[in-house]
């Protein structure tokens, strides 16, 4: 990763141009921009007719200018970070509070709660383990996941990683309706790097002033990013959590926009001695789900981020290489948020037409009598939910001896497994029972 190219001072482009020239730019009607072009990529986009780069970079930003606003948010050097949202932020602003705060399509089994544990375990499955792999975390996506389901205890850095993300997420859950603190955010930061740092110490803490900072820099070691002094980290520390809970900024600050603000203000100090994207990203879930925002339970943003890492580390950059502008970071994350609950429209479509091709394969096979019908429909919906001779009979209405027949028949054909538990035998579906039903019929 190299940093950006920095833009051209607009200073040095007003004062080179003609007045008359700058009074003629600066009045043209041009079309609003559909991307948030930084100047490394828009110097090599064609320009408006008429124009060179560099005057259309110097209308681009002045038409800019007119919408940044300061945040509480300073550099070291004690300049403000300034953001804007424009239309296209506006958009996904939109089908995020449509989508993330109210219902969606498909989303009954959500909603309802029928399966909402189960969607809410896998989830975060699904961003402890990508979180890890984005930040390096030396395991496969498939080891991950045996390791979470199976509860073993974690036997590698990489392990350590997954399992501490996973707990950290849980630890979200658990906090969202509370205020964020200094402690909650030493307590995530603690959990995520439980038994995975060099220096166990510094789990937990901010860096000290006696301290090397860290700094973020590529592996040829050019920095990419100088975070500021830790004597300052105290203060910052607090004045985050005061902007995480709501504090009042002298404008209108979408909720989504704040929690996007959260997890940059964040990284950008870079307060720890690692874990700080992870711990990132575990404030922006919070920041989400303190705001309501009931469905960011159900998205995995770090899955799309380890599928393009260049372009999440390229829009913070995108930030400090042109006046502090946090837009292109949180342009970048709107569109995260916006396909990963597409992702889970599909996710959940795609449930939705292999519930109904099993109902269909359900009512094909043969030898099934109505009972045995209804409760394989209810554990394709409900796997691990499991079943007795006495609740099989009373919800059915038969007699005990029928709901024995009933049971026994279906664990005979391989679609049931059973284990005693006390003195009754408890039935629970087979893993693969929608492949189990494909043979049977």
Same mark, same amino acid.
């Given at each position: 990763?190299?940093?950006?190219?920095?833009?051209?001072?607009?200073?040095?482009?007003?004062?080179?141009?003609?007045?008359?020239?700058?009074?003629?730019?600066?009045?043209?009607?041009?079309?609003? &921009?559909?991307?948030?072009?930084?100047?490394?990529?828009?110097?090599?986009?064609?320009?408006? &007719?008429?124009?060179?780069?560099?005057?259309?970079?110097?209308?681009?930003?002045?038409?800019?200018?007119?919408?940044?606003?300061?945040?509480?948010?300073?550099?070291?050097?004690?300049?403000?970070?300034?953001?804007?949202?424009?239309?296209?932020?506006?958009?996904?602003?939109?089908?995020?509070?449509?989508?993330?705060?109210?219902?969606?399509?498909?989303?009954?089994?959500?909603?309802?709660?029928?399966?909402? #544990?189960?969607?809410?375990?896998?989830?975060?499955?699904?961003?402890?383990?990508?979180?890890?792999?984005?930040?390096?975390?030396?395991?496969?996506?498939?080891?991950?996941?045996?390791?979470?389901?199976?509860?073993?205890?974690?036997?590698?850095?990489?392990?350590?990683?997954?399992?501490?993300?996973?707990?950290?997420?849980?630890?979200?859950?658990?906090?969202?309706? $509370?205020?964020?603190?200094?402690?909650?955010?030493?307590?995530?930061?603690?959990?995520?790097? $439980?038994?995975?740092?060099?220096?166990?110490?510094?789990?937990?803490?901010?860096?000290?002033?006696?301290?090397?900072?860290?700094?973020?820099?590529?592996?040829?070691?050019?920095?990419?990013?100088?975070?500021?002094?830790?004597?300052?980290?105290? #203060?910052?520390?607090?004045?985050?959590?005061? %902007?995480?809970?709501?504090?009042?900024?002298? %404008?209108?600050? $979408?909720? @989504?926009?704040?929690?996007?603000?959260?997890?940059?203000?964040?990284?950008?100090?870079?307060?720890?001695?690692?874990?700080?994207?992870?711990?990132?990203?575990?404030?922006?879930?919070?920041?989400?789900?303190?705001?309501?925002?009931?469905?960011?339970?159900?998205?995995?943003?770090?899955?799309?981020?380890?599928?393009?890492?260049?372009?999440?580390?390229?829009?913070?950059?995108?930030?400090?290489? #042109? #006046?502090?502008?946090?837009?292109? %970071?949180?342009?970048?994350?709107?569109?995260?948020?916006?396909?990963?609950?597409?992702?889970?429209?599909?996710?959940?479509?795609?449930?939705?037409?292999?519930?109904?091709?099993?109902?269909?394969?359900?009512?094909?096979?043969?030898?099934?009598?109505?009972?045995?019908?209804?409760?394989?429909?209810?554990?394709?919906? $409900?796997?691990?939910?499991?079943?007795?001779?006495?609740?099989?009979?009373?919800?059915?209405?038969?007699?005990?001896?029928?709901?024995?027949?009933?049971?026994?028949?279906?664990?005979?054909?391989?679609?049931?497994?059973?284990?005693?538990?006390?003195?009754?035998?408890?039935?629970?579906? @087979?893993?693969?029972?929608?492949?189990?039903?494909?043979?049977?019929?």
């Amino acid at each position: 990763m190299k940093v950006p190219t920095p833009p051209p001072a607009l200073d040095g482009l007003i004062t080179g141009l003609p007045p008359e020239r700058v009074y003629e730019l600066l009045t043209q009607q041009l079309t609003p &921009e559909l991307r948030y072009r930084h100047w490394s990529t828009l110097r090599f986009v064609r320009p408006p &007719e008429g124009m060179t780069s560099v005057e259309w970079w110097l209308t681009t930003k002045m038409a800019r200018s007119t919408n940044l606003r300061p945040l509480p948010l300073l550099t070291s050097l004690g300049r403000p970070i300034q953001v804007a949202v424009p239309d296209a932020g506006q958009e996904m602003l939109h089908h995020i509070d449509q989508q993330a705060a109210g219902t969606i399509k498909g989303s009954r089994h959500l909603a309802d709660g029928t399966d909402s #544990d189960r969607y809410i375990v896998s989830s975060l499955m699904e961003e402890a383990i990508t979180s890890s792999l984005l930040e390096g975390a030396a395991t496969t996506h498939k080891q991950a996941k045996e390791l979470l389901r199976s509860g073993r205890p974690a036997r590698t850095r990489g392990e350590f990683m997954v399992r501490n993300n996973y707990d950290a997420m849980q630890l979200v859950r658990e906090n969202r309706a $509370h205020p964020l603190t200094p402690g909650l955010v030493l307590r995530l930061h603690e959990t995520i790097t $439980h038994d995975t740092l060099d220096d166990p110490s510094g789990a937990g803490r901010l860096q000290r002033p006696d301290e090397e900072r860290v700094v973020v820099a590529t592996h040829e070691g050019a920095i990419l990013h100088q975070p500021p002094p830790a004597d300052q980290l105290v #203060d910052r520390l607090d004045q985050l959590c005061a %902007f995480a809970n709501g504090e009042e900024v002298g %404008f209108f600050m $979408h909720p @989504v926009v704040r929690a996007v603000l959260v997890h940059y203000w964040l990284a950008h100090d870079h307060p720890f001695v690692d874990g700080n994207g992870r711990t990132a990203r575990a404030l922006f879930y919070w920041a989400m789900l303190h705001r309501g925002y009931w469905l960011a339970e159900y998205l995995s943003i770090s899955s799309l981020l380890y599928k393009a890492p260049a372009k999440y580390a390229r829009a913070f950059l995108y930030v400090s290489t #042109d #006046d502090y502008d946090a837009t292109y %970071f949180v342009l970048n994350q709107l569109e995260i948020i916006c396909r990963s609950i597409d992702a889970l429209h599909d996710y959940l479509d795609k449930k939705v037409r292999q519930l109904s091709e099993a109902d269909i394969r359900i009512r094909a096979t043969v030898n099934l009598n109505h009972r045995q019908r209804a409760l394989l429909g209810h554990a394709l919906r $409900h796997p691990r939910f499991g079943y007795t001779f006495a609740s099989h009979a009373a919800s059915h209405g038969v007699v005990y001896q029928s709901g024995r027949t009933d049971l026994l028949g279906l664990e005979e054909k391989g679609l049931l497994t059973s284990h005693k538990v006390g003195k009754r035998y408890v039935f629970i579906a @087979v893993s693969d029972l929608d492949h189990r039903l494909a043979e049977l019929s």
